[in-house]
């Protein structure tokens, strides 16, 4: 069976550069909250600005040309000491907000293909967004060849999860494909490509507004 580690990073994410308030996440984040990576803040920039649905190919080579890549480096799970290479980069547009991880690890797998489905048993990507930095947020786990779930998660309350539909409205690229494979114990590079529209945070209306403050963002990166 597949063993995932972890790697997670705590951002404030704000529109046109604004400064953000910090708010909490009830996530499994004890480790960053202790570590100085708490405050730590990245500067989301709009990208592609009047380009409706733009080629994931030019969102890939927009955000290299005009977005410096993140390096995710803390481990959250002392029992899963592994460490993959993983960078991120992250920028938006008035309709989606654009994603891109580039990773290196020592074995790859993806074998789940149905939407919602266990995408956390093969090497994946996870990014939580907390639109008013409270005990509300969201979920979107996507397994290095574009399977995706995503849930909108509320204290006390049990996980709701987009629809099929939803899901299918996330356009997503990535480097290996999007045919499952098992597990290559081999060292492998690869690059995933995401284009998330706003309407899929289904419980929010988070069209980016100047000014306007977003709250906390969690990355998470599972790997075997």
Known sequence: ??????????????????PAESGSCQTNI????????????????QILEGFSNPPLEL????????????????VNWEEFPYRPEVAVQIA?????????????????KAEVTQSNG????????EFFLSPDGNDVYYNLEMNCIGTALLGFH?????????SDEQ?????????????????????TEWKITIAIPWNVYFKHDLKPIHGKECAEIFINVAMN
């Open 1 to 18: 069976m597949m063993k995932c580690a972890g790697l997670c990073v705590l951002l404030l994410l704000s529109w046109f550069n604004q």
């Open 59 to 74: 969102v890939a080579e927009t955000l290299d040309q005009e977005v410096a890549p993140l390096k995710l480096e803390m």
């Open 154 to 162: 509320k204290k006390g309350e049990q996980t709701i999860n987009a």
């Open 118 to 125: 266990r995408v956390w048993t093969d090497s994946c990507v």
């Open 30 to 45: 004890q480790n960053i909250e202790n570590s100085d990576l708490k405050n730590k803040t990245m500067k989301v920039h």
């Open 92 to 108: 938006y547009n008035d309709d989606e907000l654009f994603l891109q991880y580039k990773v290196a690890e020592q074995a790859v």
């Open 167 to 187: 899901i299918a409205t996330i356009r997503r690229i990535s480097s290996l494909g999007n045919s499952p494979f098992p597990e290559r114990k081999e060292k």
